[in-house]
């Protein structure tokens, strides 16, 4: 389980300000995923990746912005956070040979003010 | 797209007895279903899952079993533990190509007492 870390683990920001979640694996995996947790909705997918300088929108994007310029990290930006933004986001990440099998990080609590 | 229906959203066993969730799908061509325990305050993990290929996967105490006509899949827990009270989620994927993401139910808050 160590082997994927997320940083900061809680933060509180305001409303209008930028923020960037952090996401570091070591197992060289190929895909990469960032998911929201919020109570009644489960696990939705906001962006993934399979590789390097390749990303995808999933579920829910707007008001996100990924990148991913090292096959190890995989920063999820809010570029102006809003209340609606307030929830728990996990990142994923999966080996090329069996993409399905997600390896998840504890998780950052987002508190948006 | 993918979606994923889960019931029911909360279950109450006593210990000892079985626990069972159910999912249905809605996309024909997925074909890998993973289920997730998630421990309060902790990340989701995968406990088992199931490829269409098969109806049915046991590990211990865990199964998991798949109807492809009819769309759904059932997550058995025999001989419950406290250990076992968690949120389970399940998920559906279209597993092959370039399709590697999963579309995950809302969850179902298992308490098992003692």
């Known amino acids: 389980d160590a082997g994927i870390t997320q940083s900061p683990r809680y933060k509180i920001t305001e409303t209008g300000r930028q923020v960037t979640l952090m996401c570091h694996q070591t197992w060289s995996h190929s895909y990469m995923f960032w998911y929201r947790q919020d109570l009644g909705h489960g696990l939705r997918l906001i962006y993934y990746s399979a590789a390097a300088d390749i990303t995808d929108k999933g579920e829910v994007p707007d008001g996100y912005v990924v990148s991913r310029s090292k096959t190890e990290n995989f920063p999820l930006t809010l570029e102006s956070a809003t209340r609606s933004q307030t929830s728990v986001y996990f990142c994923a990440s999966s080996d090329w040979g069996r993409p399905y099998e997600q390896y998840f990080g504890p998780g950052t609590r987002l508190t948006v003010t | ?114």
Request: proline share 4%; net charge neutral.
């Open chain 2, 1 to 114: 797209g993918e979606n994923v229906e889960q019931h029911p959203s909360t279950l109450s066993v006593q210990e000892g007895d079985s626990a069972v969730i159910k999912c249905t799908y809605s996309d024909s061509a997925s074909n890998y279903f993973p289920w997730y325990k998630q421990e309060l305050g902790k990340r989701p993990q995968l406990i088992i899952d199931i490829r269409s290929n098969v109806g049915e996967k046991k590990d211990q105490r865990i199964a998991v079993t798949l109807n492809k006509t009819a769309k759904h899949f059932s997550l058995h827990i025999t001989e419950t533990q406290p250990e076992d009270s968690a949120v389970y989620f399940c998920a559906a994927s279209i597993s092959g190509g370039s399709n590697y993401k999963l579309t995950f139910g809302k969850g179902t808050l298992l308490t098992v007492n003692p």
